[in-house]
């Protein structure tokens, strides 16, 4: 009875359009209140005792340090690097939007800051080159989703912390998977952009060295960050946190003092922007832990666990099976939520059939950063959409190619550890 009613409830909520977070504090709230003898103090209690951890500070220095490279000039010579690299060849723009969104994605670790910082510049742009508006906006949506799988991503950071899983060890890992993403998309977009005939973005065919070395040059600071950020956690110089916050200063000190782009009013802007984002962020988080608490409390994980290994004994089936159900969840409730929630109930389920829990946090990620551009929720579409002024319709439409793409990647990093695993490795 407990469990209908939290479950109840919480689709409830969800079906008449109550926001997530309160979805899932309500449905915590009504199953304490109606089915146990618990005081109902406990959700407030969990809701913020949850915030009270050291990992979790690195999601709004990460936010933070997103938004200020975006605003300090750093976006903007990572596109004329990507522009020099790919720009030349059949499709240019949208390689380039591609090619941009990987390497703002090992800066920021966020899917929707990556969009908005480089579909901004590059929808318009291939509108005006006379791309499908669609097509437009699809690209830099899909390619945003791998802000959450290459480090440092804000979703490893939270996996890390609820499944006590090293961020480090998530980080190397997510390098391979986050580049197999990258590529595949890169190769859809090519073939699209053969078959309607899309020119490359600059009037030159030929790949020119020089031009390479000189936008390398002008983008040496914004490429130093990653190297900063994860060379620092693998060299023990500094925690994730503390990376975080060293990403934040080093932004600074290259959007106002190199780039000469930062001025009071876009740190005053930057830290607004962060502040309506995490705010946003911790709520989900704080009531998602409440939810997750009564379901551990009431042995759900357990009992789902339970369920699934005597469905089937084959790890293959038991893995085949969580990635459907991860599609499926990503299509409706937002990353953050779903990694809070289905942490503690997917994660025994896979190591009590073999799987490691770094690969496990890979896969999650990965699956739900598909869900950044499936309907309904799709938050990366929401964005494209509205920064390239592209109806949802068209974006959603031109996105299929790509998700497929995506779900084919998402099997082969799932049935093939290696691809996770091998650079892990190198942190244990």
């Known amino acids: 009875m407990t469990v209908a009613i939290l479950f109840g409830v919480f689709i409830l909520c969800f079906l008449i359009g109550v926001p997530i977070a309160i979805s899932l504090g309500v449905s915590a709230l009504a199953a304490i209140w109606f089915g146990t003898d618990l005081p109902i103090s ?54 380039v939007t591609i090619v941009a969104c990987m390497f703002f994605a090992a800066i920021a670790g966020s899917g929707p800051a990556t969009v908005a910082a480089i579909g901004g510049f590059m929808i318009p742009a ?39 899983v090293s961020v480090g060890a998530l980080f190397m890992a997510g390098i391979l998977p986050g580049m197999l993403v990258g590529i595949a998309i890169m190769l859809t977009a090519y073939f ?38 994860l060379g620092g ?5 500094f925690t994730p946190t503390e990376a975080a916050v060293t990403a934040v200063v080093y932004a600074l ?37 409440s939810f997750a608490f009564f379901m551990t409390l009431e042995q759900i994980p357990n009992s789902i666990a339970t369920y699934l290994t005597n469905l089937s004994s084959n790890p293959v089936a038991i893995l085949f ?21 289905l942490t503690p109930i997917l994660l025994p389920v896979v190591t009590a059939v073999g799987v490691d829990p770094i690969h496990f946090g890979i896969i999650l990620v990965v699956a739900l950063a ?29 996105v299929i190619p790509f998700i497929i793409v995506m779900v084919l990647c998402l099997i082969l990093i799932a049935f093939i550890p290696q691809l996770s695993m091998w650079m892990a490795g190198f942190t244990q």
């Not at 949850?50 to 936010?63: G, K």
């Not at 106002?256 to 962060?274: G, H, N, Q, V």
Request: hydrophobic share 55%; proline share 4%.
């Open 42 to 95: 406990l959700i407030a209690q969990k809701a913020f005792t949850s915030l009270d951890s050291f990992p979790l500070l690195a999601i709004p220095f990460f936010i933070l340090a997103g938004v200020l490279m975006g605003k300090g000039g750093i976006s903007k010579r990572l596109l004329d690097l990507a522009t020099a690299l790919v720009g030349w060849m059949t499709g240019g723009l949208s390689l």
């Open 126 to 164: 291939m509108i005006a080159r006379n791309y499908d508006q669609g097509f437009a906006s699809a690209v830099p949506a899909t390619a945003g989703s791998m802000g959450v799988i290459i480090p440092p991503s804000i979703p490893l950071v939270l996996y890390g912390a609820i499944g006590n």
């Open 192 to 229: 699209i952009s053969k078959a309607k005939g899309y020119k490359p973005s600059e009037d030159k065919r030929t790949f020119d060295f020089k031009d390479v070395l000189k936008a390398l040059n002008e983008a040496k600071w914004a490429l130093l960050i990653p190297v900063i950020i």
């Open 233 to 237: 956690i693998y060299g023990g110089i």
């Open 253 to 289: 000190i290259v959007g106002i003092f190199i780039y000469k782009e930062l001025d009071f009013k876009a740190i005053y802007d930057s830290f607004m922007e962060t502040i309506m984002i995490n705010a946003t962020t911790m709520i989900i988080i704080s009531f998602s832990v």
């Open 321 to 341: 099976i969580v990635i459907l159900f991860l599609l499926v969840v990503g299509m409706f409730i937002d990353t953050i939520s779903a990694l809070v929630v």
């Open 370 to 398: 598909i869900g950044f551009v499936t309907p309904p929720l799709g938050v990366n579409l929401f964005v494209a959409s509205s920064v390239g002024k592209v109806s949802i319709e068209k974006t959603t439409v031109a």
